[in-house]
């Protein structure tokens, strides 16, 4: 395993500083939005934050907060999680091959920890095996403006008036939109799923009540998914960058 001098190992980490800073500025206003969701749910300050500390999807914690406050069960909060941060497995298999071969267990373990969207991308474009004090510093900042980003919202809720709070708390749908409309706009059939998903949910609400919003949730995710993998399979794809490469 590549070891790294102290003048390295302080650039690297000054380096992972840079590159986190951008990445935890955007984290807290996500995850502001995020807290006032979370103080809807009834979660405290401290509740808030350790759930942003150990989940690092947006999407995941905003389902995780919906779930709670629609009093879920222990079992569908745990498979819709599962599920909606399913993409992370898949994004820890390629990073896995940029990890030190030489590295031990618990350096492949933090690795694979430090897992986000934008932290996933600085680390394919690290050249060559990515170093553990580069990305574990980019991500523990960005990571600890996450939380405290949620953690902040969760307060606002608490001393904001109700109607501001409201307003505040329309900002995590304008983050989701911003989410699936280019990828609608640029994919006919993302767009026909994303069409079928909203009336889906909505037909189930009005058909089952009885059934339970995590329950229908997790049977909707599970049969929608799996039925655009069926009928829509990703192509390969080409292989010209790799003979060239």
């Not at 969701?37 to 690092?56: D, E």
């Not at 091959?97 to 933090?110: I, N, S, V, Y």
């Not at 307003?167 to 609608?184: E, K, T």
Request: charged share 15%.
């Amino acid at each position: 395993m590549k070891r790294y001098g102290r003048e390295e190992t302080r650039r690297l980490i000054l380096k992972g500083l840079r590159d986190g800073l951008p990445i935890g500025l955007g984290y807290f206003a996500v995850a502001f939005s995020l807290g006032i969701t979370a103080r809807g749910a009834g979660l405290s300050p401290l509740q808030g934050w350790t759930a942003s500390i150990l989940n690092h999807a947006s999407a995941g914690e905003y389902a995780l907060y919906a779930l709670i406050g629609a009093h879920a069960a222990a079992w569908e909060i745990a498979a819709v999680i599962f599920v909606t941060n399913m993409r992370y497995l898949l994004m820890s298999a390629a990073l896995s091959q940029k990890t030190d071969p030489d590295a031990g267990f618990f350096r492949r373990l933090g690795t694979g920890f430090c897992i986000t969207d934008e932290i996933f991308g600085l680390a394919v474009a690290w050249p060559g095996p990515v170093s553990c004090a580069y990305l574990w510093t980019a991500f523990l900042l960005a990571d600890f403006m996450w939380a405290g980003g949620t953690l902040c919202g969760i307060l606002a809720g608490n001393v904001l008036p109700g109607n501001v709070v409201t307003a505040l708390s329309v900002a995590i749908y304008g983050m989701f939109l911003a989410i699936i409309i280019p990828p609608a706009r640029k994919n006919a059939v993302v767009a026909g799923l994303v069409a079928v998903s909203f009336l889906c949910s909505f037909g189930a609400a009005r058909l089952l009540p009885d059934l339970s919003e995590g329950t229908r949730t997790v049977i909707l995710t599970v049969a929608l998914s799996a039925a655009a993998a069926v009928l829509f399979p990703r192509k390969d794809e080409p292989e010209e960058g790799r003979e060239k490469a």
